[in-house]
């Protein structure tokens, strides 16, 4: 648990530094909080907020004077419990906030918060391996058994992903603007990194290397479970980003004609 | 507003005259015209169709604004507060008319010379009209006009008086009843958006 907060403070701090750095005026990103109610953007800034916060507060119990509170098992139990929900919240509303384009087919398809989330989860799987390998390697203990349960869910998980992309793509070529936006992938600008980059290297290698991992000598595991949660976290990295990148606006159709709206309006 | 597609030559008054109006950046239209061919030979025929922010009644981008910058003000028309933009870009994504722009950087219409009078005017202006890098900015119906009493731009420079101003709400408006009688529509509203700019098919 603890490694995980070392590793995952400073990692969601850093999200968030480039979702700040991303934006027209970055000084003024507190106002992203005003409209819950109705913007992604703003639900989302909340849940990182929240994320942060009960994460630090969890990792604060280890630090004195807070030390004390350890004794306290529904505290912590509460604190990972909402670190679980909040954890959760931001795997699912990347997908939701893209989803809520209704103008770009590609993006509005329900699919799409499915696959960010099953990404996000066998990300989350392979980290929490390096994680625990990195811990038993540091300690000078034996590799703990779960490793092996987790190398499989993280199989399961990529084949529950590579389904949920061909439901997603299938889905998306119901309409002329979807099916532009799917043959950017498949065959079109950003198809080197959607094949070689996104399928080879951050599914379909991560895949047998947790394959392997239960039949190869210990010092190779390590060497296996690292190049898995690499690999697979630059594949969830770039899984996200041909999806901005591919997502088209539909066409206005108007009086027999098509207005076609152009690529960055 | 109603824009009557039957009176529309195209000759891109309304472009220049709301450009003139809001001192817009190089590159930035908040009025443009479409221009397209329909029909088959010998029966094709051009068809002029202006484009300005609909300032939809469900804005999808009034919702997506995560700061409250993109509002609807009480008359109906929505409205960017620059102050309050930090430049998301979210509102560009879900706008489902291709109506906003984000100004990556403000466009010179000479960039090898200086600021001509008309841009060096336009930095002493406030409101919508003092346009700033890193927020978005769209069509105000030139709300600053409006308030005055005064009809918007494109509306006042429209040679074939194509455009008409109006209140939707009150269905004894002279709007409101062309609306009616010319059959005008909506583009796309089967989104549901339910924008303000009707247009009388051509």
């Known amino acids: ?10 990692l969601v701090i850093a999200g968030a530094l480039f979702l700040i750095w991303d934006l027209g005026e970055p000084t003024r990103f507190t106002k992203a909080l005003s409209r819950p109610r109705t913007s992604w953007i703003s639900r989302g800034s909340w849940i990182l907020i929240l994320l942060l916060a009960v994460s ?15 004794t306290l098992p529904n505290l912590i139990m509460a604190l990972e419990g909402l670190i679980v929900i909040f954890a959760f919240g931001t795997m699912v509303y990347t997908g939701l906030l893209l989803g809520a384009s209704k103008p770009i087919p590609f993006w509005s398809m329900p699919t799409l918060p499915i696959l960010f989330t099953v990404s996000a989860t066998a990300a989350g799987l392979k980290t929490s391996s390096l994680v625990l390998m990195v811990s038993s390697l540091m300690q000078g203990t ?3 058994e779960i490793l092996g349960i987790l190398s499989r869910l993280v199989v399961v998980f990529i084949a529950i992903e590579i389904g949920v ?5 299938w889905g998306t070529r119901q309409t002329e603007t979807g099916e532009f936006s799917s043959n950017r992938l498949l065959s ?10 996104y399928v080879a290297l951050g599914l379909a290698i991560p895949a047998i290397a947790d394959v392997a991992v239960s039949s190869v000598p210990i010092g190779f595991e390590a060497m296996l479970v690292l190049i898995a949660a690499t690999l697979g976290l630059i594949g969830g990295l770039l899984l996200r980003l041909i999806v901005v990148y591919a997502g088209a606006k539909a066409p206005v159709p108007a009086f027999g004609g098509l207005y076609i709206i152009p690529e960055n309006m | 507003m109603v824009i009557d597609l039957k009176k529309c030559i195209g000759c891109d008054s309304c472009t220049v005259s709301c450009r003139a109006e809001n001192f817009t950046p190089a590159g930035v239209f908040w009025n443009r015209v479409f221009k397209f061919e329909v029909g088959k030979y010998p ?6 169709l202006p484009l300005i922010c609909m300032h939809c009644k469900n804005a999808p981008c009034v919702d997506a604004c995560p700061t409250g910058a993109t509002h609807k003000r009480d008359d109906g028309i929505v409205v960017v507060d620059y102050d309050k933009c930090m430049g998301c870009k979210y509102c560009i994504a879900v706008c489902p008319y291709g109506e906003r722009y984000f100004n990556s950087q403000l466009g010179q219409y000479y960039p090898e010379k200086p600021l001509t009078a008309y841009e060096q005017f336009s930095k002493q202006l406030n409101g919508s009209k003092h346009h700033m890098i890193g927020v978005v900015e769209k069509c105000t119906f030139c709300a600053d006009r409006v308030d005055k009493g005064q009809e918007p731009a494109c509306v006042k420079s429209c040679v074939s008086n194509a455009r008409t101003f109006g209140d939707l709400d009150d269905p004894n408006s002279q ?3 062309l609306i009616a009688m010319k059959h005008a529509v909506q583009l796309s509203p089967e989104l549901g958006t339910d924008p303000s700019v009707y247009y009388i098919p051509p």
Request: no cysteine.
């Open chain 1, 1 to 10: 648990m603890r490694t995980g907060l070392w590793l995952g403070i400073p």
């Open chain 1, 56 to 70: 630090v507060a969890l990792f604060g119990l280890w630090i004195w004077p807070f030390t004390m509170l350890e």
């Open chain 1, 142 to 144: 034996p590799i703990p």
């Open chain 1, 165 to 169: 992309l061909v439901l997603h793509l």
């Open chain 1, 188 to 197: 079109g600008e950003l198809a080197l990194q959607f094949w070689a980059g």
């Open chain 2, 43 to 48: 029966h094709a025929k051009l068809v002029s």
């Open chain 2, 175 to 177: 709007i409101s009843q």
